[in-house]
């Protein structure tokens, strides 16, 4: 996730472009730069850190012109560094891209092999070199030289291009990366989302899939990758500015919840090959044969995410694995040590227990693999291995996309380390990266049916207490739902493993109390609805959670979510967002300050 602005028109570009970078930094903000053109050539500016340290840096080098792109960068391919910020320059062409191209370790390759100098690791930099090419090669104008070189790279992008020679127009490409055009008097601007460009203008094209813009003073022509016009009415934008930065949501957190299927999707980008059944973890150089056990560490959410890898990981690679509370594991002098793989779990990749647990582990000889959403963030540095989810910044307080990206992190890593421990046949490792691969749509599906979450919020949010149950990897989605609830909606929630109901907590079940039992079909199932009838023996109010298609379960439970079949490791992904959306709505429906709730901070850095 990274930012993109483009301009052309009579004003100064500089300006504008960082005006839009500013909204556009709630995307990314581990570099900035821009690139703008004037007598004779374009000038590029940019630097590693926040978008201040651009500003400062234009101040002394600065960048005059009236036509020009910036960027603001989430860190994917290549660390936060001066050399990896965008606009990337080759030859007479600037580039800026938000998303990843899938191929880049192939096109590097074959570039680097007929002469092309790399400056940068990003694989931003390997489109502009093809630009560079078909340019030279001939191209009659940038809008070819552009086609020509999409028609080499596949994966997700919104690009924007500038040439030197050809100081005027403004390229710009869309797939699966947001993209809008702003229309102006005699000027025109491209920008990842209208916030960035809403001061200027409220006249929007939106552009699709599979769609490149050439955008002058004067003229926005739209036509598909093949060169084929496609006609457009622009949308004359109403809302405020801040509901603009939540992309017309009420909150970020659903925002968030709504951009799981791309942020799943983009975590699984380049790491499946069907071709081979296997996980490709370029950056990971664990021996797996030599892995004794696994001990997760982390806090909060990402311990909740670590819960649903010890299951996934012993039953596909047969590792024995444990997990830790961070806040925990280093007071108790832990046995742990060469032979063991730690793996530190953090969204934040600084959560001050996690990195201290990390460094007792180290300390004691163990090897560390960071699970974590932000490149080059304390707890990756500090690890022997980093394996990045790519949800994007998530801002609000409650996590979701980082979680659910975590989670595929987690079976992609289990599916790794099977086909290395050799319990993974190759047969079911198929059938399951076939099955991730399904996953956005089938996530999609579960979001677009969460009026259903709505209405009941609304019917039982004035509930004193909630207990969420499920059984295997169940429970920790039951423990996660419950926190969700807790920390947003603030009604006591609890999550119970189901078979331990009958223990204690079956105490608190009358008729008051609603209960969100999971149990999606699988090995599970009949001792769930078990525990499901004990709760209704006693006049309990139950939520469940199940399959798509079970048609029983509607005569135990009171209210029925269904969510689409996968596989028993999988389910978590699926059976989560139902409980994130009922703990928004219950919220929402409090009043509570849901992005922000009270005594929580996004990131905890004190032990
Ligand atoms: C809950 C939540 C927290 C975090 C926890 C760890 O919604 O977000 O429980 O999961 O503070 O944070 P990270 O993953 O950044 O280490």
Same mark, same amino acid.
């Given at each position: 996730?990274?930012?993109?602005?483009?301009?052309?028109?009579?004003?100064?570009?500089?300006?504008?472009?960082?005006?839009?970078?500013?909204?556009?930094?709630?995307?990314?903000?581990?570099?900035?730069?821009?690139?703008?053109?004037?007598?004779?050539?374009?000038?590029?500016?940019?630097?590693?850190?926040?978008?201040?340290?651009?500003?400062?840096?234009?101040?002394?080098?600065?960048?005059?012109?009236?036509?020009?792109?910036?960027?603001?960068?989430?860190?994917?391919?290549?660390?936060?560094?001066?050399?990896?910020?965008?606009?990337?320059?080759?030859? =007479?062409?600037?580039?800026?891209? %938000?998303?990843?191209?899938?191929?880049?370790?192939?096109?590097? #390759?074959?570039?680097?092999?007929?002469?092309?100098?790399?400056?940068?690791?990003?694989?931003?930099?390997?489109?502009?070199?093809?630009?560079?090419?078909?340019?030279?090669?001939?191209?009659?104008?940038?809008?070819?030289?552009?086609? #020509?070189?999409?028609?080499?790279?596949?994966?997700?992008?919104?690009?924007?291009?500038? %040439?030197?020679?050809?100081?005027?127009?403004?390229?710009?490409?869309?797939?699966?990366?947001?993209?809008?055009?702003?229309?102006?008097?005699?000027?025109?601007?491209?920008?990842?989302?209208?916030?960035?460009?809403?001061?200027?203008?409220?006249?929007?094209?939106?552009?699709?899939?599979?769609?490149?813009?050439?955008?002058?003073?004067?003229?926005?022509?739209?036509?598909?990758?093949?060169?084929?016009?496609?006609?457009?009415?622009?949308?004359?934008?109403?809302?405020?500015?801040?509901?603009?930065?939540?992309?017309?949501?009420?909150?970020?957190?659903?925002?968030?919840?709504?951009?799981?299927?791309?942020?799943?999707?983009?975590?699984?980008?380049?790491?499946?090959?069907?071709?081979?059944?296997?996980?490709?973890?370029?950056?990971?150089?664990?021996?797996?044969?030599?892995?004794?056990?696994?001990?997760?560490?982390?806090?909060? &959410?990402?311990?909740?995410?670590?819960?649903?890898?010890?299951?996934?990981?012993?039953?596909?690679?047969?590792?024995?694995?444990?997990?830790?509370?961070?806040?925990?594991?280093?007071?108790?002098?832990?046995?742990?040590?060469?032979?063991?793989?730690?793996?530190?779990?953090?969204?934040?990749?600084?959560?001050?227990?996690?990195?201290?647990?990390?460094?007792?582990?180290?300390?004691?000889?163990?090897?560390?693999? =960071?699970?974590? %959403?932000?490149?080059?963030?304390?707890?990756?540095?500090?690890?022997?291995? =980093?394996?990045?989810?790519?949800?994007?910044?998530?801002?609000?307080?409650?996590?979701?996309?980082?979680?659910? &990206?975590?989670?595929?992190?987690?079976?992609?890593?289990?599916?790794?380390?099977?086909?290395?421990?050799?319990?993974?046949?190759?047969?079911?490792?198929?059938?399951?990266?076939?099955?991730?691969?399904?996953?956005?749509?089938?996530?999609?599906?579960?979001?677009?049916?969460?009026?259903?979450?709505?209405?009941?919020?609304?019917?039982?949010? %004035?509930?004193?207490?909630?207990?969420?149950?499920?059984?295997?990897?169940?429970?920790?989605?039951?423990?996660?739902?419950?926190?969700?609830?807790?920390?947003?909606?603030?009604?006591?929630?609890?999550?119970?493993? =189901?078979?331990?109901?009958?223990?204690?907590?079956?105490?608190?079940?009358?008729?008051?109390?609603?209960?969100?039992?999971?149990?999606?079909?699988?090995?599970?199932?009949?001792?769930?609805?078990?525990?499901?009838?004990?709760?209704?023996?006693?006049?309990?109010?139950?939520?469940?959670?199940? &399959?798509?298609?079970? &048609?029983?379960?509607?005569?135990?439970?009171?209210?029925?979510?269904?969510?689409?079949?996968?596989?028993?490791?999988?389910?978590?992904?699926?059976?989560?967002?139902?409980? #994130?959306?009922?703990?928004?709505?219950?919220?929402?429906?409090?009043?509570?300050?849901?992005? #922000?709730?009270?005594?929580?901070?996004?990131?905890?850095?004190?032990?």
């Amino acid at each position: 996730m990274c930012g993109i602005v483009g301009y052309v028109g009579a004003r100064q570009a500089t300006p504008i472009l960082v005006g839009g970078l500013r909204k556009l930094e709630y995307r990314g903000y581990d570099s900035a730069g821009v690139s703008v053109w004037s007598e004779g050539q374009s000038r590029v500016v940019r630097c590693r850190g926040k978008l201040a340290a651009l500003e400062d840096k234009l101040v002394k080098e600065p960048a005059p012109g009236t036509i020009g792109i910036g960027h603001t960068r989430w860190a994917t391919h290549g660390r936060p560094s001066d050399e990896n910020a965008h606009p990337h320059k080759v030859g =007479a062409i600037s580039v800026i891209h %938000n998303g990843i191209i899938e191929n880049h370790l192939a096109l590097r #390759q074959e570039l680097a092999a007929s002469g092309s100098k790399f400056t940068s690791e990003t694989d931003t930099e390997i489109f502009a070199h093809l630009i560079d090419r078909a340019v030279r090669g001939g191209a009659p104008d940038l809008t070819t030289a552009v086609r #020509q070189a999409l028609a080499k790279v596949h994966g997700a992008y919104a690009f924007v291009v500038m %040439n030197d020679k050809d100081p005027s127009t403004l390229v710009a490409a869309k797939n699966a990366s947001p993209m809008v055009v702003g229309l102006g008097d005699g000027e025109n601007f491209i920008a990842s989302d209208v916030t960035a460009i809403l001061s200027e203008t409220r006249r929007i094209l939106f552009i699709d899939e599979g769609e490149m813009v050439t955008v002058t003073r004067d003229a926005v022509v739209i036509t598909d990758f093949d060169g084929k016009p496609r006609t457009r009415e622009p949308k004359v934008i109403t809302w405020s500015a801040m509901q603009a930065e939540k992309g017309g949501y009420k909150h970020f957190m659903l925002k968030e919840i709504h951009e799981q299927p791309r942020a799943v999707a983009d975590t699984l980008v380049g790491r499946v090959d069907l071709e081979r059944d296997d996980v490709v973890l370029d950056d990971v150089k664990i021996d797996a044969t030599k892995v004794k056990r696994i001990i997760f560490v982390a806090c909060g &959410t990402s311990y909740h995410a670590s819960l649903v890898g010890e299951f996934m990981i012993e039953a596909l690679a047969r590792i024995p694995v444990e997990v830790e509370l961070a806040s925990e594991f280093r007071y108790r002098d832990p046995i742990v040590g060469p032979g063991d793989l730690v793996v530190a779990v953090s969204q934040s990749g600084e959560t001050a227990d996690t990195m201290a647990a990390v460094r007792e582990a180290k300390g004691k000889g163990a090897q560390v693999l =960071a699970i974590s %959403n932000v490149l080059e963030s304390s707890i990756p540095r500090l690890a022997d291995w =980093a394996f990045y989810t790519h949800a994007g910044p998530e801002i609000g307080v409650a996590s979701t996309k980082a979680f659910t &990206t975590q989670l595929v992190s987690m079976a992609l890593f289990a599916i790794y380390l099977g086909r290395r421990t050799g319990k993974l046949a190759a047969p079911r490792a198929r059938e399951l990266l076939a099955e991730l691969l399904q996953l956005p749509t089938k996530m999609k599906d579960v979001i677009d049916h969460g009026a259903q979450l709505q209405v009941l919020a609304r019917r039982y949010g %004035n509930a004193h207490g909630f207990l969420f149950l499920g059984r295997g990897a169940q429970y920790p989605i039951a423990l996660e739902g419950a926190l969700k609830l807790k920390e947003i909606s603030y009604i006591h929630a609890e999550g119970y493993a =189901a078979g331990e109901m009958k223990h204690g907590p079956i105490a608190l079940i009358d008729e008051h109390l609603p209960v969100v039992v999971l149990v999606p079909r699988g090995p599970n199932y009949e001792k769930a609805i078990s525990n499901l009838s004990e709760v209704k023996a006693r006049s309990g109010k139950i939520l469940a959670i199940a &399959t798509r298609g079970d &048609t029983d379960i509607g005569s135990t439970a009171d209210e029925v979510v269904l969510v689409p079949d996968c596989p028993v490791e999988l389910q978590p992904i699926l059976t989560v967002l139902p409980l #994130q959306l009922l703990s928004y709505y219950v919220a929402d429906f409090k009043g509570t300050d849901i992005d #922000q709730p009270r005594n929580l901070a996004k990131s905890v850095t004190v032990e």
